[in-house]
T-cell receptor
Framework: NAGVMQNPRHLVRRRGQEARLRCSPV?????VYWYRQLPEEGLKFMVY????????ESGMPKERFSAEFPKEGPSILRIQQVVRGDSAAYFC?????????????FGSGTRLTVV | QQPVQSPQAVILREGEDAVINCSSS?????VHWYRQKHGEAPVFLMI?????EQKGHDKISASFNEKKQQSSLYLTASQLSYSGTYFC???????????FGKGTRLSVIA
């Protein structure tokens, strides 16, 4: 009964490097959501994916950020050329279906620090 | 549109009650409630669907008034384990992803 697995838990990158954050959803869940959280802030929606498809990326910056959820393997959130402002906790959540009846299961997050 | 939660923070003694409110300027189809402890993942508490239903488990319950686009979370006889930040997540029509409020930090002290 594994929940949502995110790795790494902590990631330190120098400015200009790339950050790759991984998320394995609950087994059987085909919907994945990425959220970003700053201290004392709520969870800001970034992107919603189903297997091999990006459904909604309205919350994700157009430059430097990308996300995928391949047919096999985890979902990946990729941040290129990181800047200090990218430092935050990134949470992934999954649900069995999109719709009004299903709660999200969240992972423990990846805390990205850009130095 | 991000829902607005109030209060931003509240301190309770064990056994006291609290109400956390969540309101939106958009028509809502459902409201979700989550609790997050420091450094941990948000944990799902409950969903309320339009229809004005009320739900609860143990001493935590919630209501949803779709006409006012508001939901309230009720915590009765609070326990130390209730401490954390409570987030409401709102969902409009069209099966869009949840939009979360900024959270309400609840501290229960002995």
């Amino acid at each position: 009964n594994a929940g949502v697995m995110q790795n790494p838990r902590h990631l330190v990158r120098r400015r200009g490097q790339e950050a790759r954050l991984r998320c394995s959803p609950v087994k059987g869940h085909s919907h994945v959501y990425w959220y970003r959280q700053l201290p004392e802030e709520g969870l800001k929606f970034m992107v919603y994916l189903q297997k091999e498809n990006i459904i909604d990326e309205s919350g994700m910056p157009k430059e430097r950020f990308s996300a995928e959820f391949p047919k096999e393997g985890p979902s990946i959130l990729r941040i290129q050329q990181v800047v200090r402002g990218d430092s935050a906790a990134y949470f992934c959540a999954s649900s069995p279906r999109q719709g009004h009846y299903y709660g999200y299961t969240f992972g423990s997050g990846t805390r990205l620090t850009v130095v | 549109q991000q829902p607005v939660q109030s209060p931003q923070a509240v301190i309770l003694r064990e056994g006291e009650d609290a109400v956390i409110n969540c309101s939106s300027s958009k028509a809502l189809y459902s409201v979700h409630w989550y609790r997050q402890k420091h450094g941990e993942a948000p944990v799902f508490l409950m969903i309320l669907l339009k229809g004005g239903e009320q739900k609860g488990h143990d001493k935590i319950s919630a209501s949803f008034n779709e006409k006012k686009q508001q939901s309230s979370l009720y915590l009765t006889a609070s326990q130390l384990s209730y401490s954390g930040t409570y987030f409401c997540g709102t969902e409009g029509a069209g099966n869009t992803p949840l939009v979360f409020g900024k959270g309400t930090r609840l501290s229960v002290i002995a």
